[in-house]
T-cell receptor
Framework: KAGVTQTPRYLIKTRGQQVTLSCSPI?????VSWYQQTPGQGLQFLFE???????NKGNFPGRFSGRQFSNSRSEMNVSTLELGDSALYLC??????????????FGQGTRLTVV | SQQGEEDPQALSIQEGENATMNCSYK?????LQWYRQNSGRGLVHLIL?????REKHSGRLRVTLDTSKKSSSLLITASRAADTASYFC???????????FGRGTSLIVHP
């Protein structure tokens, strides 16, 4: 079956702009989580959506937001970009809550560079 | 701070040797998972061990879990150059479905 697809793979934006990243989970997975990965902070949890509802949220400012559609596809948006937002953004999908397993399947990530 | 912390931060070995990485965590967990990440790419799930399990094997991988010490280890036997990657442990603090990651161990296997 198809894996987790993230688009775009690479993105260069200017400070102050906004950006939208997309994630298509594995078919049948209702949980989608987003992570930010930087060399200094490692993998930081942004938020998780389950059946179109934000179920958990990490410690990020309100400039970071997301949503999930009825087909489980998810988008995350970052407004008023800052240089420090440059990172690899990873999306993970899982069954979570159905089998009790939290095995997550990750996409290849979107590399965002803010200049 | 991170829930899980891997040790060592970096490990350099020769092909054929065994590689051992450790993970310590702070709060009670339901599961602990290990992931691999090749440079700049997504994470690949390796193995999940539940809190009531002590040891699990998958091919050349062996994972142990000691809940009394809040620690886990990942052993890769007979390492190969293709094992070069960063390895992360992820825990889901009790009641949460969110894998929380450590900073990872960077493994380099020299051919």
């Amino acid at each position: 079956k198809a894996g987790v697809t993230q688009t775009p793979r690479y993105l260069i934006k200017t400070r102050g702009q906004q950006v939208t990243l997309s994630c298509s989970p594995i078919s049948g997975h209702r949980s989608v989580s987003w992570y930010q990965q930087t060399p200094g902070q490692g993998l930081q949890f942004l938020f998780e959506y389950f059946s179109e509802t934000q179920r958990n949220k990490g410690n990020f400012p309100g400039r970071f937001s997301g949503r999930q559609f009825s087909n489980s596809r998810s988008e995350m948006n970052v407004s008023t970009l800052e240089l420090g937002d440059s990172a690899l953004y990873l999306c993970a999908s899982s069954l979570a809550g159905v089998t009790g397993s939290t095995e997550a399947f990750f996409g290849q990530g979107t590399r965002l560079t803010v200049v | 701070s991170q829930q899980g912390e891997e040790d060592p931060q970096a490990l350099s070995i020769q092909e054929g040797e065994n590689a051992t990485m450790n993970c310590s965590y702070k709060t009670s967990i339901n599961n602990l998972q290990w992931y691999r990440q090749n440079s700049g790419r997504g994470l690949v799930h390796l193995i999940l061990i539940r809190s009531n399990e002590r040891e699990k094997h998958s091919g050349r991988l062996r994972v142990t879990l000691d809940t009394s010490k809040k620690s886990s280890s990942l052993l890769i036997t007979a390492s190969r150059a293709a094992d070069t990657a960063s390895y992360f442990c992820a825990t889901d603090p009790g009641g949460s479905y969110i894998p929380t990651f450590g900073r990872g161990t960077s493994l380099i296997v020299h051919p």
